[in-house]
T-cell receptor, first 115, second 111 residues
Framework: GAVVSQHPSWVICKSGTSVKIECRSL??????MFWYRQFPKQSLMLMATSNEGSKATYEQGVEKDKFLINHASLTLSTLTVTSAHPEDSSFYIC???????????FGNGTRLTVT | DAKTTQPPSMDCAEGRAANLPCNHS???????VYWYRQIHSQGPQYIIHGLKNNETNEMASLIITEDRKSSTLILPHATLRDTAVYYCIVRVASGGDKIIFGKGTRLHILP
């Protein structure tokens, strides 16, 4: 089946630094990718939608200058958390799909801890 | 807001069938019902999806009511590894539209 690889699986960084998370579709072309954030004991919260070659569409309340999303190719999207703060500590999950082909597939998530 | 509602939690004895309900009363004619599950600290795993006919695969069965306003995911012989949060979502099959997750059902499999 379709595989979405997310890297790193966990990262610890110091406050004020930036962290990049990669999301790759390994065996299909991802025309659309979604980024989610999940806090403990809560559901997934959609942060943004990105289509290959286009600017990402951010959900209300998500700072686009803080969470930089790049979807430059059909197999790779990146989320960069800039100037991370402890409140950005969370579980970040990407998902990818080929438009017109269901279902949506998810990466295994990245646990970010900002100290 | 999520387009589906699910009970927050359920228990099921190991070896028995787990039946997880989902209400989606505002589902549109071109929207499918998808089920995912999330085991602790992992990304959601696709289980099954359907439009209006009942569906079965190696993981589960999906029963959709005739009016399509609700559905039930059936895990025929639950094991401890089926302990997870189960999410029911609706979306068009062509994709591209964003998915808003509800709170899901936390399924506890009891030994």
């Amino acid at each position: 089946g379709a595989v979405v690889s997310q890297h790193p699986s966990w990262v610890i960084c110091k406050s004020g630094t930036s962290v990049k998370i990669e999301c790759r579709s390994l065996d299909f072309q991802a025309t659309t990718m979604f980024w989610y954030r999940q806090f403990p004991k809560q559901s997934l919260m959609l942060m943004a939608t990105s289509n290959e070659g286009s600017k990402a569409t951010y959900e209300q309340g998500v700072e686009k200058d803080k969470f930089l999303i790049n979807h430059a190719s059909l197999t790779l999207s990146t989320l960069t958390v800039t100037s991370a703060h402890p409140e950005d500590s969370s579980f970040y999950i990407c998902s990818a799909e080929t438009r017109g082909r269901s279902p949506l597939h998810f990466g295994n998530g990245t646990r970010l801890t900002v100290t | 807001d999520a387009k589906t509602t699910q009970p927050p939690s359920m228990d099921c004895a190991e070896g028995r069938a787990a039946n997880l309900p989902c209400n989606h009363s505002t589902i549109s004619g071109n929207e499918y019902v998808y089920w995912y599950r999330q085991i602790h600290s992992q990304g959601p795993q696709y289980i099954i999806h359907g439009l209006k006919n009942n569906e079965t695969n190696e993981m589960a069965s999906l029963i959709i009511t005739e009016d399509r306003k609700s559905s039930t995911l059936i895990l025929p012989h639950a094991t401890l590894r089926d302990t997870a949060v189960y999410y029911c979502i609706v979306r068009v099959a062509s994709g591209g539209d964003k998915i808003i997750f509800g709170k899901g059902t936390r399924l506890h499999i009891l030994p």
